[in-house]
């Protein structure tokens, strides 16, 4: 489990503006510029509001390790599995290099952590996917560490909290990566056989095969607002079915009005949220007296 202390501030969510583009001597490393509107933000207030952008609220990401902070209760984490280290079944052509290289980025062994936690003393089960390794892509780990934690969640009919982010399957570990959709996919079917809750969050990105196995297979399914949401590209899609999509197709939003998901919340209600859920589904506190 990495050193969860002060991990805001050595986490870069943004484009950094050099020093001389801001007026004066602006020291490097500051400011930042908002993706969506453009916007010059400091970068100090944008960690203070969870990685939101003040003036038009667009969503940063954020890492595994944030966000556990901004969503589990202090010192309530404790992690499973972290023992799980991926290989290179394929003997693909630098894939160990790249798993390494992430590695020392990110200071994760894998795409996800995941283990027990508790949201204002209520207990869950929960997974954090983390776009920053290798575009949290589902390879062999990561779909062992969402089935193990699924079957817990099962056995001890305790719910069970996943935020998903990925840009696909790993492409490096071929049919072994694909496997997984239909592995977590079962883990679904059985958590839900038992009655227990499960409940998705799709954050920026959420498409390919995380999306189509259990990113969208939760009771209930909440989506970060802004965040992209599908299973292909919509170049792709345009191409194969020769028509132009409508604005702002594969967006939390469309997908809210289509029904495709349960609701948009906005990330600093998120763990107000699931408290709430997690205590109208029979949830009970930890005594912790």
């Not at 984490?77 to 390494?100: A, C, H, R, S």
């Not at 790993?170 to 038992?194: D, H, I, P, V, Y």
């Not at 965040?227 to 170049?235: M, Y």
Request: aromatic fraction near 8%.
């Amino acid at each position: 489990m990495p050193n969860l202390k002060g991990i805001f501030q050595s986490k870069q969510k943004s484009v950094t503006v050099k020093a001389g583009t801001v007026r004066g001597d602006t020291p490097e490393g500051l400011w930042t510029k908002c993706e969506k509107c453009g916007g010059m933000l400091y970068k100090k207030e944008l960690i203070e509001n969870q990685g939101l952008c003040s003036d038009c609220g667009f969503h940063f990401r954020l890492s595994a390790s944030e966000r556990i902070l901004v969503t589990l209760d202090d010192n309530s984490f404790v992690e499973y599995d972290e023992e799980l280290i991926t290989v290179d079944p394929l003997n693909f052509p630098g894939y160990d290099v790249k798993v390494e290289a992430a590695r020392k980025t990110t200071k994760l062994e894998e795409a996800i952590i995941t283990g027990i936690g508790s949201i204002e003393g209520f207990p869950a089960l929960v997974g954090f996917m983390d776009f920053s390794f290798i575009g949290a892509s589902m390879g062999s780990v990561v779909g062992e560490k969402i089935t193990r934690l699924l079957e817990r969640a099962a056995r001890q009919r305790m719910p069970v909290i996943i935020f998903c982010a990925s840009g696909g399957a790993r492409m490096q570990e071929g049919m072994f990566s694909l496997m997984q959709m239909a592995k977590t996919a079962a883990a679904c079917g059985r958590l839900s056989s038992t009655r227990t809750l499960y409940i998705s969050v799709l954050t920026n990105p959420t498409t390919a095969g995380v999306f189509a196995s259990f990113g969208s297979l939760g009771d209930i399914i909440i989506a970060e607002p802004g965040a992209l949401i599908g299973f292909t590209g919509q170049r792709v899609i345009e191409e194969t079915i020769k028509q132009k999509l409508p604005p702002g197709f594969q967006t939390a939003e469309f997908a809210l009005e289509h029904g495709l998901i349960d609701m948009i919340v906005d990330r600093r209600n998120m763990r107000k949220t699931l408290r709430s859920l997690l205590s109208l589904h029979g949830g009970r506190r930890r005594n912790t007296g």
